[in-house]
C-alpha cells in the first residue's frame, strides 16, 4: 500500500468536477510478466512490431470483475459514481460528490490486496509547500552564446540545419504547478538562438491544466521547450501540465501528480518517443533515512522533519518507495509503447536536490547529510529511465584543468550517485568497475562505502553542458540559465532527431534505450565514436570538488566526499558527453545520414 500521504493527498485540477483515481494492484503473475517482456526488449532492441500496444497492456495488466466490482461497492457507499477503467485495465476513475471533503477516503482494510493507491483529482487545497523556501537556480546569470544551441550543436556534432520532419514524431516535456511557455518568450528565444526551430510546432497538451500563470516552475518550462525544440527542430513537441495547483509546485503532492500524468499518459492512443523530464527531488528512500537519522538524535520527531522538508523547495517530493515503484510501473509501460524517458539527475551533487539547507533544523540536516550518507534523487534514480547528468566548459577553480566544449570537465553541481533500490540490470559489472577504480583516483574525497548503497541503479547514464550561462528567454528578455534541468531536454532533442531518422526508416521509435547504450560501450571503438569520456588520472585536494567530483554542498575547503569522473563510465558524468553521429550511427538506421 502507498504510505497515508499518498492514499489521502488531495490533487488538484481546473475543473470544478472532482475525480477519484484508484489505482488497482496488479497480479505477481503479471508483474512478472510486465518485466520480462520489458527487460526482452531492452535487450534485443526495438525491432518491428516487438513494441507493445496499449491494448497488449490492457490484456497482461486488467484486474478482474470481482476486484472492480468490490471497489465499486466501496465507493457507493461514499456517495461517488461506479469508476470508469483506465485504458490499460489497472486503475478506476470515478466521480467524487461535491459534498464530500476535499480528501481522498481511506481505504478500508479489506481492499488493500486490491486497492494500491487513491488520490483525488480536482480538489483545490492550500499545502504547506505554497510556502516554501528557497527555488532552483534557473535564471541567475547573465547568457554565454558561446553556451547556446548552436555552440552546443558543433560540441556534440549535431548539424547545425538538421531537422526532423516525420509527421508520427512527438516529444513531450511535463511539469506541475506553473510549469508551462509563453509563445512570445519561445520565438524571443528561437529568433536569437535556434532560427531553425519554431513555436509552431509547439502546443499545451490535450490535458492541460495551465492557464497561464507563472511562478517558480514556469522558468523551467521555459527551459524544457526551448532546449527540447533546439535541439529536434520540426518535431511536434506537447508540454504537459495537468495539475497546476499550488500544491503541486514543489512538495510531496508532485509526486502522486506525476503518478496520475502518467496513468493518463499510458491510457491514450499515441504516446511520446520522448519524455524529458526536469523536475525531481530528493527520493524517498534519501527523505526517509535523513528523517530518521534526525530522530535517532533526539532533538526532533520524524515529522518535524518532515514537515521541514515541505517547507523546501522540490526537497521531498515522493512521500512512500510504493509510490515510486508505482511510477516505475507506468515507465516500464512507457518503456514498452516506445517511449524513451530522460531525467534530470538533479543539481545538488550526491547529497543534495539543489544546495545545503538553512539554519535550524537545516544545518542539522547538513551535518548528517555530509557526514552520514548518499542522498539520490528521483526520479532519475528509477531503473525505467535515462539519467542526464552536467558537464561543465569552465573550471570552477584555478587549481584544477582547463575545460572546453571539446574538452568538458564534469559540472560539480551535477547530481551522481546510488539508488537506495535495487541494481539496474542493463549495468552488471559497471558499478563495480567504477567504484574500484574511483577509490584509486580520489583516495582521500571518494565517498565512504557506508554511505551509499553500492548495489543501488547507478547514475547518471550520459551528461550534457549544465553550468550556469545557457541562454533562455522569459518575460520578454534573454538572460543566463543551467543545470541538469537544461541536459535533459537537450539529450531529449538528439533522441527525436534519432526517432525521426527511425521512422522514416520505417523503424519504431528507440523507447528504452539503457540497455542498448550499455551494451555498445563495452566496445571501445563505439564507445570513442558515441561519447566524449570526461575523466582525471588523480585528484588533489585542492579541487577535487571544484571540477571532477560530485561533492558539492560538502566540500569544506573544497575537499569532501562525492563521487570522481574517472575513465569509462562514472557517477558523475556517466559515459561522458554525447557525440551525436556515433548515436545516429549505432542507435538509429544502418542507412542514417544527415539529410
Known sequence: MLSVRSLFLCLAAAADAKRLLVGLKHSDDALAELQSRFWAVAEHGPQEGIHQSREDLHALLHVDDAAVAAVNEWLSTLGASSGSLVPTGDALVAEWPGSVADRAPRVPSALRGVVDYAVLLSARVSSAAETETGTRPLVATASNNNFGPAAQKTAYGVPADLKGSHPDNLQMVFGTGTFGYRK?????????????????????????DWDGDTGKNFAEGMLDVSYITAFAPGVKTIVANTNSTAATEAGEAFGAAMLAFLVDLNGRDVVPGVLSLSLGSLSFGSCDKVCNAVTDQGRHSYEDCWDYMQKQFQACMFDSAELEARIDMEFAKLGLRGTTVTAASGDGGSHFAFGPFSGGLGSTLNSIICGQMNMPVYPTSSPYVLSVGGTAWTPESTYGPSCSHTQPCGWYSGGGGFSWGSAAPFQAGVADAYLELAAQVAPKTQCKASTYNASGRAYPDVAALSEFGIPLCTYGGCSGS?????????VGGMLSLINDARLHAGLPTLGFVNTQLYQLMQDPEIYAESFVDIAVDHTETLWDCFTYSTCTGCDSGGAGPGFPAVQGWDAMTGFGQPLFGGWLKHLGPSSATYV
Open 184 to 208: 512570445d518568450d519561445l520565438d524571443l528565444f528561437h529568433k536569437t538562438f535556434a532560427a531553425t526551430s519554431s513555436s509552431g510546432d509547439v502546443s499545451l497538451d490535450v490535458n492541460n
Open 482 to 490: 543551467g543545470g541538469t534541468s537544461a541536459s535533459a531536454p537537450t
